[in-house]
Nanobody, 114 residues
Framework: VQLQASGGGWVQAGGYLRLSCAAS????????MGWYRQPPGKQRELVAL???????NYADPVKGRFTISRDNAKKTVYLQMNSLKPEDTAVYYC?????????WGQGTQVTVSS
């Protein structure tokens, strides 16, 4: 399974970005896909998750600002990030869970300036 993330970049506070992550390879079933982030000098943390049943889960700091969605036919998950804050600056990683196994993308940098 390979995950290709894109859409990161630099934006001013209050701006928006949309991340995409396309999955390819041997995929029989996607149990969940999600986004994690690792701010500078900190541990990786969950941002948002969407399950096969379309249930979503968001970290408290992004609730009301970020929206996760997916396109099953394209095996792609998206993260719409609005009202970005400097504290959202991090490397964002895409994650896929299949039969209990986790797969990670290469990460995409998001930088929000004040």
């Amino acid at each position: 399974v390979q995950l290709q993330a894109s859409g990161g970049g630099w934006v001013q506070a209050g701006g928006y970005l949309r991340l995409s992550c396309a999955a390819s390879g041997t995929i029989f079933r996607i149990d969940a896909m999600g986004w994690y982030r690792q701010p500078p000098g900190k541990q990786r943390e969950l941002v948002a998750l969407i399950t096969s049943g379309d249930s979503t889960n968001y970290a408290d700091p992004v609730k009301g600002r970020f929206t996760i969605s997916r396109d099953n036919a394209k095996k792609t998950v998206y993260l719409q990030m609005n009202s970005l804050k400097p504290e959202d600056t991090a490397v964002y990683y895409c994650n896929l869970v299949q039969f209990g196994n986790e797969y990670w993308g290469q990460g995409t940098q998001v930088t929000v300036s004040s």
